[in-house]
């Protein structure tokens, strides 16, 4: 009788819950901290001095912090906007059609942001946008949301592809044996079966800019500090609880963004 072998479980592996619980803990135990001090009574960071939802007040009554949390806002979703519709056409054209020469190279390139160490990027674009505002003269906070823009497009690239290659094209061949152009069949067909990913992308790009810190402390001009630079500057002034109040409410809205985003993106049998 031939002998009967159990599969292999990476969880039978010796030592390995404690090694998961260590990697939680190294995970989590320092936002657990920061949320937990966020509601501290006390003048300092680290020293408890009872709850209290004082610094949240102070972070809410805070202009500069207002200013700030406006215009990081203003730059996500405008960035997120011009990255979910750059990802969209590229991911139509490296999907829709049959293997072409030059694919593989076309997808490194849109994926390039993801490879590159970000302040490898942050340079670039320093030097390009001092170049277009020594000739041109304009200023603005046009050169963020671009920059953010360049950096969000792999982002929203990736989901929007990978819905894009789970879909059955034969649904579109149909409509065009119907008659239908192709503009009829990207509107009443393709885009609305990809849209779980596209808006999955644009969350994505979304979260991805509001967290920036180092392009964003390179490419902006003076009086243009997004809330991580903000905080990022009064760090290194005097480091208050409001700091860490202004982190969490940051990580709650990324949580729920993140969150929306795994609920919405198909799942792979």
């Given at each position: 009788m031939?002998e009967?072998?159990k599969?292999?479980?990476?969880?039978?592996?010796?030592?390995?819950?404690?090694?998961?619980?260590?990697?939680?803990?190294?995970?989590?135990?320092?936002?657990?901290?920061?949320?937990?001090?966020?509601?501290?009574?006390?003048?300092s960071?680290?020293?408890?001095g009872g709850?209290?939802?004082?610094?949240?007040?102070?972070?809410?009554?805070?202009?500069?912090?207002?200013?700030?949390a406006?215009?990081?806002?203003?730059?996500?979703?405008?960035a997120?906007v011009?990255?979910?519709?750059?990802a969209?056409?590229?991911?139509l054209?490296?999907?829709?059609?049959?293997?072409?020469?030059g694919?593989?190279?076309?997808?490194?390139?849109?994926?390039?942001?993801?490879m590159?160490?970000e302040?490898?990027?942050?340079?670039a674009?320093?030097?390009?946008f001092g170049?277009?505002?020594?000739?041109?003269?304009?200023?603005?906070?046009?050169?963020?949301?671009?920059?953010?823009?360049?950096?969000c497009?792999?982002?929203a690239?990736?989901?929007?592809?990978?819905?894009?290659?789970?879909?059955?094209?034969?649904?579109?061949?149909?409509?065009?044996?119907?008659?239908?152009?192709?503009?009829?069949?990207?509107?009443?067909?393709?885009?609305?079966?990809?849209a779980?990913?596209?808006?999955?992308?644009?969350?994505?790009?979304?979260?991805?800019?509001?967290?920036?810190v180092?392009?964003?402390?390179f490419?902006?001009?003076?009086?243009?500090?997004?809330?991580?630079?903000y905080?990022?500057?009064?760090?290194?002034?005097?480091?208050?609880?409001?700091?860490?109040a202004?982190?969490?409410?940051?990580?709650?809205?990324?949580?729920?963004?993140?969150?929306?985003?795994?609920?919405?993106t198909?799942?792979?049998?």
């Open positions: 031939a009967v072998t599969p292999f479980s990476v969880t039978a592996l010796p030592g390995f819950g404690a090694i998961a619980a260590t990697a939680f803990v190294l995970l989590y135990a320092p936002i657990i901290t920061l949320v937990i001090y966020s509601f501290n009574a006390s003048n960071v680290n020293v408890w709850f209290s939802l004082h610094w949240y007040e102070v972070a809410w009554q805070n202009a500069a912090v207002q200013d700030a406006i215009r990081s806002l203003i730059i996500a979703a405008s997120a011009v990255a979910t519709t750059v969209t056409m590229a991911a054209g490296t999907t829709r059609r049959g293997r072409f020469k694919q593989t190279l076309i997808y490194v390139l849109i994926n390039q942001p993801l590159v160490p302040i490898v990027t942050a340079v674009l320093l030097i390009m170049a277009i505002r020594a000739v041109t003269g304009i200023q603005g906070l046009g050169y963020v949301i671009l920059a953010h823009s360049a950096f497009v792999p982002f690239y990736l989901p929007i592809r990978a819905r894009l290659e789970g879909m059955d094209i034969a649904l579109e061949v149909a409509a065009a044996d119907l008659y239908a152009t192709p503009w009829q069949t990207f509107r009443h067909v393709t885009l609305p079966l990809m779980p990913g596209v808006l999955a992308g644009a969350m994505l790009a979304f979260v991805i800019s509001l967290d920036d180092i392009i964003t402390e490419v902006k001009s003076a009086g243009q500090d997004t809330l991580p630079t905080m990022l500057g009064q760090m290194r002034r005097a480091i208050t609880p409001e700091v860490n202004i982190s969490t409410t940051l990580l709650a809205l990324t949580v729920i963004l993140l969150t929306g985003f795994f609920l919405i198909p799942k792979r049998s």
